[in-house]
């Protein structure tokens, strides 16, 4: 129903074209916030009939406390789930309608705004008067300039004393290019939902919020102030640019980078997606706390690429994924590139000049663009701490409400499909196959970088004493390894941690300086991870490397000091009927 915009207008999600008109806003100085929007030009002729009936000016503002106060009653989920402006009855809240506008006006305007009859009384100069709405209270004050609505006796009070100077005043001039402004004060709406969600360095103080329109195109600012402890902001500095040097596909549909330094569960991107990404590169979803910062880019015509810059301290879990990766990628059209710090993933036939680096200091960034024979859309959020260690959120959209629909449409088709059991594996003639060729790939890699060190060894007539404490950590890893291997194939094909092996005893205890870490693939194979921490025994590193490789068969690798080991684990195949 057309009257349902009160309640839109109020939450701030009412936009339109532009009106060129210019009013100074005044509001109570104790108010947490305040908030303009223009309305001219609205899709709804309904509504712009009643506004111009009613002789409006299509500037409303808002303004109040943020706080629900006394309007929680039984009717309120009621009237919110009518979007109806009766929810806001009781609420520290009040509306803004500039202009001298007649009473037979208000009447008009009011009675369509709560679907009822309603009749004013004699307004006077700066004094409230109550009007009885569904055995509701509503305070009208009737200024020289403009028309308040409050939905509270507390703020008609705050109202009535600011008009009469009791209180201060806070002066907003509406801007001809803004369509919608929302400040805080003292209080941060915007930056205690992100506090909320996530961005808790620094304690947001006040927000402000602005969209303008130029054309077709909406531009949204919103920064978020926020208050700073010397050690705080020195951290919070040090995610600038955390972004810089990822790349992302120009011209690609979608692209999203954002800061996962501090991300320890990203559950929902490890889950196989429901988008034309190839499900062997998902998996690196599975490792992303090893990255501080990723950046994905995809087309819809099937092009994907992605880019992460990895902790140093997780250097060997860089190295799984991309030797992994590049195993299993090489014949799906894939590059995989491991330097300077970063893993990038990227189609081997685009050209390398597509491939863009991303050069702003920011911490969050989202693309979104489509187009088709009807019509096109775009949406562009970026997010960047400032010098100062505030927020700054800046973005660009059009033809948001049709992009919607398509959306929708488009994902229709993945939400509709049912699921068959992820255990039922596919059949692939070519399954051993590859995997064979795996093996023997990492072995030749193996012996490429270390024969040559393993052949001066056994010339040389010198022998190599390893002492007790490294033949024990030896045969720790093969312990762990063993366990891991048992667990996988009588538990099924599934992720491995120490805590498993512990709770379903193939173990007996859980080693301070071991790390496991595992990866399940479409075809029920699973890798496994071991990195082992020796630097607090008095032991070498090679010699362990070299215990396992001479006494137990086992190929492992040294980086930074840790000693890393990498097990797979093929599904048992079906028996033929």
């Not at 978020?224 to 600038?240: A, I, M, Q």
């Not at 994907?304 to 994924?321: M, V």
């Not at 094909?493 to 859980?510: A, N, R, S």
């Not at 029920?524 to 082992?532: E, K, Q, R």
Request: hydrophobic content about 35%.
């Amino acid at each position: 129903m057309a009257r349902k915009f009160i309640l839109t207008v109020v939450f701030g999600m009412l936009f339109s074209t532009l009106y060129l008109f210019a009013i100074t806003i005044t509001v109570p100085g104790n108010s947490d916030f305040v908030m303009y929007l223009n309305l001219s030009n609205i899709s709804d002729q309904e509504l712009a009939t009643v506004l111009q009936d009613a002789d409006i000016t299509p500037i409303i503002s808002v303004y109040g406390k943020l706080s629900i106060g006394n309007a929680l009653n039984p009717s309120f989920f009621d009237e919110l789930e009518n979007f109806s402006p009766k929810v806001l009855f009781g609420s520290p809240i009040g509306i803004v309608l500039p202009g001298k506008i007649g009473d037979k006006s208000l009447e008009f305007l009011l009675s369509y705004m709560f679907d009822t009859n309603v009749q004013i009384p004699k307004l006077t100069i700066n004094e409230p008067s109550v009007v009885t709405i569904d055995n509701k209270k509503l305070h009208i004050i009737r200024s020289k300039d403009n028309i308040y609505l409050c939905f509270n006796k507390d703020i008609s009070m705050f109202t009535k004393d600011m008009l009469n100077t009791k209180i201060s005043a806070i002066s907003l001039s509406t801007k001809d290019d803004v369509i919608a402004y929302f400040k805080t004060y003292k209080k941060s709406f915007i930056g205690e939902f992100l506090y909320t969600f996530g961005d808790y360095f620094g304690i947001p103080n006040s927000d402000e919020l602005i969209i303008t329109k130029n054309g077709e195109n909406y531009s949204l600012s919103v920064t978020v102030n926020k208050t700073f402890s010397d050690y705080e902001k020195k951290l919070v500095l040090t995610r600038r640019g955390i972004l810089k040097e990822l790349s992302y596909l120009n011209g690609a549909n979608v692209i999203v980078a954002l800061d996962t330094s501090n991300i320890a569960d990203l559950s929902l991107l490890s889950k196989n997606l429901d988008m034309d990404i190839p499900q062997e590169i998902q998996k690196v979803f599975e490792f992303l706390d090893s990255f501080n910062s990723i950046a994905l880019s995809a087309t819809f015509d099937g092009y994907f690429t992605f880019s992460g810059t990895y902790k140093p301290e997780n250097e060997q879990d860089a190295r799984f994924i991309s030797s992994l990766l590049k195993n299993q990628l090489s014949n799906m059209g894939y590059q995989v590139v491991v330097e300077n710090q970063k893993i990038n993933i990227y189609p081997s036939q685009i050209d390398k000049a597509l491939l863009k680096s991303i050069t702003e200091n920011a911490s969050f960034i989202l693309s979104i663009n489509y187009s088709d024979e009807e019509s096109s859309a775009m949406l562009s959020i970026k997010t960047e701490i400032l010098d100062s260690g505030n927020l700054s959120i800046s973005g660009e959209f059009n033809n948001l409400a049709w992009f919607l629909e398509k959306f929708e449409e488009l994902a229709e088709p993945y939400f509709d499909e049912t699921y068959e059991e992820e255990w039922e594996y596919k059949e692939d003639e070519n399954w051993d196959e590859e995997y064979e060729e795996y093996d023997e790939e990492y072995e030749e890699e193996y012996e490429e970088e270390y024969g040559e060190e393993r052949y001066e060894e056994e010339d040389t007539t010198e022998e190599i004493n390893y002492s007790e404490l490294e033949y024990e950590i030896a045969d720790e890893i093969v312990k762990i390894l063993n366990a891991c291997a048992d667990y996988v194939r009588n538990q099924g094909p599934q992720e491995v941690t120490l805590e498993d092996l512990y709770d379903y005893g193939y173990i007996d205890y859980i080693p301070d300086n071991f790390d496991v870490k595992g990866v399940v693939m479409n075809d029920g194979t699973v890798y496994v991870v071991i990195h082992v921490d020796v630097s607090e025994y008095d032991v070498e590193p090679s010699n362990i490397k070299s215990i396992l490789y001479y006494d137990k068969n086992i190929y492992s690798d040294i980086i930074n000091g840790k000693i890393s080991v990498i097990l797979h684990v093929e599904p048992e195949q079906k028996a033929e009927e």
